[in-house]
């Protein structure tokens, strides 16, 4: 089970950080990724990280150098830091877990087997 949370409605510029905390004793083991849905759109890939100790992260275009992601195996937690947010970073933001080993496939939605709920985050301009 996954649960997200850490959004928010904040002004254009500014910074949220949003956490996925895992249940169970094999998260280290899981690749995480971090997907959004804006209204009327598609879900698409912000941010992934491998699994064990995420020593191979990956972004989508549009957030790299803003966004962070990072994980806490001790605390089976997975954050994402976002920075320099802009209105159109709004979203409802989901966690996802896969248990793919080849990196290349966490920017891909139908490679994850978990997914969280969705925190909201709106960015105000």
């Known amino acids: 089970q996954l649960q997200a949370s850490g959004g928010g409605l904040v002004q254009a510029g500014g910074s949220l950080r949003l956490s996925c905390a895992a249940s169970?004793?094999?998260?280290?083991?899981?690749?995480m990724g971090w997907f959004r849905q804006a209204p009327g759109k598609e879900r698409e890939f912000v941010a992934a990280i491998s699994r064990s100790g995420g020593s191979t992260k990956s972004y989508a275009i549009s957030v790299k150098g803003r966004f962070t992601i990072s994980r806490d195996n001790a605390k089976n937690t997975v954050y994402l830091q976002m920075n320099s947010l802009k209105p159109e970073d709004t979203a409802v933001y989901y966690c996802?877990?896969?248990?793919?080993?080849?990196?290349?496939?966490?920017?891909?939605?139908?490679?994850?087997?978990?997914w969280g709920q969705g925190t909201e985050v709106t960015v105000s301009s």
């Open positions: 996802a877990a896969s248990s793919r080993v080849i990196t290349t496939t966490l920017t891909t939605a139908t490679y994850y087997d978990y």
């Open positions: 169970g004793r094999t998260f280290s083991s899981y690749a």
